[in-house]
């Protein structure tokens, strides 16, 4: 089945603890990026990757990191959480151009 | 699950209704358009899109209307069910972008049985 799995779903973490967010995509898609999802504010992209070791920001990139190393996965990593990440988080895959996307399932993310 | 409607615009129909959700979109050069379906607790699902070489598209009980001289979309519903009940979204691409979507804040549709 063709999909885009993420994990943990639910996370609930304190300040400064190092955290990482994996997606897995197995449709053989160039692109993928990370949203977060605040009530209100819609999809915020974070970052993107439009191929195996190439990355760029979205619209709100602070205190995030990503890595893409195999195209499959796109990580997405807090080096130092912070209560303002408290959110939802989607990653999301797609071939490049005029395409869709596909989504994951969510990670819903706390900070205390 | 979680909710993500809070603070949008809302749509309420009873069931059997037609709905039409609107989004109007900034980007002039945009030239592929896409509407999502966000259920409670899931991720955006596609549901239709449109290239800018047309004005009309129809799927299953979905008809997506492009006008682009006033840059606005319309998503509409036939015969709406409470399996319908969900956020929906617009996106926007266009080739200067890389096709990276931009999307609406969304509109949230509420079905009455």
């Known amino acids: 089945e063709a999909q885009v799995t993420q994990n943990p779903r639910y996370l609930i973490t304190v300040t400064g603890k190092k955290l990482t967010v994996t997606c897995s995509q197995n449709?053989?898609?160039?692109?993928m990026s990370w949203y977060r999802q605040d009530p209100g504010l819609g999809l915020r992209q974070i970052y993107y990757?439009?191929?195996?070791?190439?990355?760029d920001k979205g619209d709100v990139p602070e205190g995030y990191k990503v890595s893409r190393k195999e195209k499959r996965n796109f990580p997405l990593i807090l080096e130092s959480p912070s209560p303002n990440q408290t959110s939802l988080y989607f990653c999301?895959?797609?071939?490049?151009?005029?395409?869709?996307?596909?989504f994951g399932p969510g990670t819903r993310l706390t900070v205390t | 699950g979680e909710s993500v409607g809070l603070h949008l615009p809302t749509l309420s129909v009873q069931e059997g209704d037609n709905s039409i959700i609107n989004c109007a979109y900034s980007n002039s050069a945009s030239d592929y358009f896409i509407w999502y379906k966000q259920e409670s607790g899931k991720g955006p699902q596609f549901i239709i899109d449109?290239?800018?070489?047309?004005d009309k598209r129809q799927g299953q009980r979905v008809t997506v209307l492009l006008n682009k001289t006033v840059k606005h979309l319309s998503l509409q519903i036939a015969a709406t069910q409470p399996g319908d009940s969900a956020v929906y979204f617009c996106a926007e691409m266009w080739p200067g972008g890389s096709y990276i979507p931009t999307f609406g804040r969304g509109t949230s549709l509420i079905v009455h049985p």
């Open positions: 449109i290239r800018s070489n047309m």
């Open positions: 449709m053989n898609h160039e692109y």
């Open positions: 999301a895959s797609s071939f490049p151009g005029a395409y869709e996307q596909y």
């Open positions: 990757s439009m191929n195996v070791e190439v990355t």
